[in-house]
């Protein structure tokens, strides 16, 4: 079964960056979408807000919030993604969760824990 730990979040001022990793381990044969989504303050699961998402083609998408700020990458062991986050702002505070999106539609969504990115003004 696969499983997503995300790392790397923290608190830093306006301007500044973070990398966020999401590890995947578990054995599948799934072939997924990695996505990562953000949840803000107050806001419920059903409004997490998409960020970023690379598919297995290695296309790639951004929120229009975030481009040119934010790249999203694979590492070379193809078991951990990347969110480089540069130029943050407070807008971007959110606990932020990377999910594997199924591309076979008996396969289960899977989604990390989370981790916690604070900016100050």
């Known amino acids: 079964q696969l499983q997503l730990v995300e790392s790397g979040g923290g608190s830093v001022q306006a301007g500044g960056s973070l990398r966020l990793s999401c590890a995947a381990s578990g054995y599948t044969w799934c072939n997924y979408d990695m996505n990562w989504y953000r949840q803000a303050p107050g806001r419920e699961r059903e409004e997490r807000e998409f960020?970023?998402?690379?598919?297995?083609?290695?296309?790639?998408r951004y929120a229009d919030s975030v481009k040119g700020r934010f790249t999203i990458s694979q590492g070379n062991a193809k078991n951990t993604w990347y969110l480089q986050m540069n130029s943050l702002n407070p807008e971007d505070t959110a606990m932020y969760y990377c999910?594997?999106?199924?591309?076979?539609?008996?396969?289960?969504?899977?989604w990390g824990q989370g981790t916690q990115v604070t900016v100050s003004s």
């Open positions: 999910e594997a999106d199924p591309l076979q539609s008996f396969c289960p969504s899977t």
């Open positions: 960020v970023s998402s690379i598919d297995s083609n290695g296309s790639i």
